[in-house]
C-alpha cells in the first residue's frame, strides 16, 4: 500500500505548478485522497479533497480559488493543481487517504513534494 | 470554525518517562480526533484514530483519550525513538484542522 508523489518543483512568483500522487496497493474507489501542505515549522494544514468512488472535491475556503484537484482512474492518480504562486506557497505538499464512510483517519501518506516559489 | 489549540508546544523528558499531550477542541465534537508523530523529513504517521484507537503496527505504549473537549495522546515508557513532533487532528469535518504541534526531546 503506498501513494507515491511527483518530484520537487521550483516555481516563480504567479507560475502554476501540478503535483501527483499515484496510488497502489488499495482499492482505489474505497478511499478519499486529501492535499495537505506544511510550510517550514509549522503543522499540516487542509487544503482539499476529492472522493474517489464519486469523484466530488471539497476544497478550503482559503485556498479555493487557486486550487484544483483531479483524477485519473485508469491510472489510479490524483492531481493538485495550484495557480498564482506565491512565495507563501513554499511547503511541502502531502496526499493522504481516508477510508469512505470510516473513522479511520489518515493512514497512508505520501513521501511529500517539495514546492519552492522563489 | 473549530479550533484545536494543543499544548504544550514543547516537551522535554527522560528515557522511561510518561508524558501527555493535550488538544482542546473549541467547541465539542465527535470522536473523530487523529493523532500523528513526524520526524523531520518525513510524512507524519498516524498513532491513534477515534480519539482511542490504536494504529494497527503501532507501539501500545501510544495511547489516547477523551475528556469533553479535551483529547490527550499519551506515550509511556519513552524511548529515545520517540523524539519527534506530534499533532492532534479533527477529521470528521472539513477543515479538518490540526493543532499547533508538540515537540518531543528525549534528554
Known amino acids: 500500500v503506498q501513494l507515491v508523489q511527483s518530484g520537487a518543483e521550483v516555481k516563480k512568483p504567479g507560475a502554476s505548478v501540478r503535483v501527483s500522487c499515484r496510488s497502489s496497493g488499495f482499492t482505489f474507489t474505497d478511499y478519499e485522497l486529501h492535499w495537505l501542505r506544511q510550510a517550514p515549522g509549522h503543522g499540516p494544514v487542509w487544503m482539499a479533497t476529492?472522493?474517489?468512488?464519486?469523484?466530488?472535491?471539497k476544497y478550503e475556503r482559503y485556498f479555493q480559488a487557486r486550487v484544483t484537484v483531479t483524477m485519473q482512474t485508469s491510472i489510479r492518480t490524483v492531481y493538485l493543481d495550484v495557480t498564482r504562486l506565491e512565495s507563501d506557497d513554499t511547503a511541502v505538499y502531502y496526499c493522504a487517504r481516508e477510508k469512505i464512510g470510516a473513522p479511520n483517519g489518515l493512514d497512508v501518506w505520501g513521501q511529500g513534494t517539495t514546492v519552492t516559489v522563489s | 470554525d473549530l479550533q484545536m489549540t494543543q499544548s504544550p508546544s514543547s516537551l522535554s523528558a527522560s528515557v522511561g518517562d510518561r508524558v501527555t499531550i493535550n488538544c482542546r477542541a473549541s467547541h465539542m465534537i465527535t470522536d473523530w480526533v487523529a493523532w500523528f508523530q513526524q520526524k523531520p523529513g518525513k510524512a507524519p504517521k498516524l498513532l491513534i484514530f477515534?480519539?482511542?484507537t490504536l494504529q494497527p503496527g503501532v507501539s501500545s505504549r501510544f495511547s489516547g483519550s477523551r475528556s469533553g473537549t479535551d483529547f490527550t495522546l499519551t506515550i509511556s515508557s519513552l524511548q529515545p525513538d520517540d523524539s519527534a513532533s506530534y499533532f492532534c487532528?479533527?477529521?470528521?469535518?472539513?477543515?479538518?484542522?490540526f493543532g499547533q504541534g508538540t515537540k518531543l526531546e528525549i534528554k
Open positions: 476529492i472522493n474517489v468512488k464519486s469523484g466530488v472535491t
Open positions: 487532528q479533527y477529521y470528521d469535518a472539513s477543515p479538518y484542522p
Open positions: 477515534e480519539a482511542s
